[in-house]
T-cell receptor, first 114, second 115 residues
Framework: KNQVEQSPQSLIILEGKNCTLQ??????????LRWYKQDTGRGPVSLTI???SENTKSNGRYTATLDADTKQSSLHITASQLSDSASYIC?????????????WGAGTKLIIKP | NAGVTQTPKFRVLKTGQSMTLLCAQD?????MYWYRQDPGMGLRLIHY???????AKGEVPDGYNVSRLKKQNFLLGLESAAPSQTSVYFC??????????????FGPGTRLLVL
């Protein structure tokens, strides 16, 4: 069964610190992996997308990595800011019955404290 | 551009009542989606559409119907609401390239409470 698991469920860090969020997936066949940011009360917004051949992708202070062999991805946030407080969702795209299916993780809730 | 908009933002229904959620996008996207989001769970796809006049079932379609009469609009209907349909509903849209839908753009969500 295709699954995406994220850890930790929630994380609290001080402003200015770095953090890393994890995503493990059992999805086959793999097409691509995306990270979304969801602010409280809003819809998700795309941060990065990586295909099978990409190991890392950056978007400002956000850096996503992908290890297709171990089926793991991480999202690293550098020098956190209060505005980084949000849920971060990992989404994996798989080909199923000639259609692409998105498998959504439950997300990691990140709280940045001043 | 407004992107993806949803109406209403919040609604309270009694069990058995019906309602329609409206989604509109101004990005000329082919694909549109309806998701529900419940605490502790990933987004779950209810129905989707790959173009005007087409609809397809997602992961959790029971109790919902959809219509896409115009390319820019995607309607989600609840014929007889149940407390289990209490959730936050998100609409999204995306373009299509190379056989894989591109990044989805989401609306702000509709909070639905069924008593």
């Amino acid at each position: 069964k295709n699954q995406v698991e994220q850890s930790p469920q929630s994380l609290i860090i001080l402003e200015g610190k770095n953090c890393t969020l994890q995503c493990n997936y059992t999805v086959s066949p793999f097409s691509n992996l995306r990270w979304y940011k969801q602010d409280t009360g809003r819809g998700p917004v795309s941060l990065t997308i990586m295909t099978f051949s990409e190991n890392t992708k950056s978007n400002g202070r956000y850096t996503a990595t992908l290890d297709a062999d171990t089926k793991q991805s991480s999202l690293h946030i550098t020098a956190s800011q209060l505005s980084d407080s949000a849920s971060y969702i990992c989404v994996v795209s798989a080909l199923k019955d000639s259609n692409y299916q998105l498998i959504w993780g439950a997300g990691t809730k990140l709280i940045i404290k001043p | 551009n407004a992107g993806v908009t949803q109406t209403p933002k919040f609604r309270v229904l009694k069990t058995g009542q019906s309602m329609t959620l409206l989604c509109a996008q101004d990005m000329n996207h082919e694909y549109m989606y309806w998701y529900r989001q419940d605490p502790g769970m990933g987004l779950r796809l209810i129905h989707y559409s790959v173009g005007e006049g087409t609809t397809a079932k997602g992961e959790v379609p029971d109790g919902y119907n959809v219509s896409r009469l115009k390319k820019q609009n995607f309607l989600l209907g609840l014929e007889s609401a149940a407390p289990s349909q209490t959730s936050v509903y998100f609409c999204a849209s995306s373009s299509w390239t190379s056989g894989d839908a591109e990044t989805q753009y989401f609306g702000p969500g509709t909070r639905l409470l069924v008593l």
